[in-house]
């Protein structure tokens, strides 16, 4: 079974960082894409992040130049690093690969940006 676990959520305040890590249960480079999203109460899943193929990188506008996100072969692991956050990135992450055509989700680590 392909699973996926995410970790390092928690509260911060604006301005400050956190680091997003989803550890895979099959070797990373197995998935055609890894990518993150993130909700709110009330709102749909909206993409965040991806890296797909060979590493194409891909980001929502509003967290360009914030967010940066990548690919830890050793570790099999896909990390999100956020900077300068604001308080309107608080929200559930989760972490999405596609591993043989079909999308499999973690479970989700919420995120909290203080004011």
């Known amino acids: 079974q392909v699973q996926l676990v995410e970790s390092g959520g928690g509260l911060v305040q604006a301005g400050g960082s956190l680091r997003l890590s989803c550890a895979a249960s099959r070797d990373i480079f197995s998935f055609t894409a890894m990518a993150w999203y993130r909700q709110t109460p009330g709102k749909e899943r909206e993409f965040v992040a991806a890296?797909?193929?060979?590493?194409?990188?891909r980001y929502e506008d509003s967290v360009k130049g914030r967010f940066s996100i990548s690919r830890d072969m050793a570790n099999n692991r896909a990390n999100l690093q956020m900077n300068s956050l604001k308080p309107e990135d608080s929200a559930v992450y989760y972490c999405?690969?596609?591993?043989?055509?079909?999308?499999?989700w973690g479970q989700g680590t919420q995120v909290t940006v203080s004011s």
């Open positions: 999405k690969g596609v591993y043989a055509g079909r999308d499999v």
């Open positions: 890296i797909v193929g060979g590493g194409t990188l």
